[in-house]
């Protein structure tokens, strides 16, 4: 796994030791960041349940001018924080459960551009975690939420304030766009 473009362009990043960490793959990766074009430049990211924070990573590479990671496991928060430094990278690195850490955001008036959703598939996170986020009201009017899931998982069109956009299938995962 490897920053695909920018300017970290080529550096390789570690996942977690373990079957755990799910990371999203260059290709994907690759893909999301061409439908993302220009809205990256300057942006204000979060990635929750970081993992490797591979995509709050790619983001900053690509101009974000600031990255959020989140993620409950303390040897992601290692990862991450290891990755940013190989990849010449500054973030921010919490060990926190993604709910509690969205109302602490809110606490901080942090305001986003765009939220990465990579939650574990198949247990229904991804929805919550779009509920949630429409009480925490961290994303600026004009934010984009991507969520990454398997294709079993059932991502409704509409989940309270936010509208899907836009879904992309790439093999066994999708990208879904809200805003």
Known sequence: MRVVSGKAKGR?????????TRPTGDRVRESLF??????????CVLDLFAG???LGIEALSRGAKKAVFVDADPRCRRVIQANLQHAGLKGE?????????LRALRRRDLLFDIVFLDPPYGNGLAVRALETLTTADILRPSGLIVVESGLR???????????????????????????
Not at 12 to 20: E, S, V
Not at 158 to 165: A, D, G, M, P, R
């Open 93 to 101: 690195v919490f060990t926190n459960d993604a709910f509690r850490a």
């Open 34 to 43: 061409a439908i993302l074009g220009n809205e990256v430049i300057d942006s």
């Open 52 to 54: 490797t924070g591979a």
């Open 153 to 179: 998982e059932e991502i409704p069109a509409c989940v309270l304030k936010f509208s899907q956009e836009r879904v992309e299938k790439y093999g066994d995962t999708l990208l879904t766009f809200f805003r």
């Open 12 to 20: 390789q990043l570690k996942a977690p030791a373990g079957q755990t």
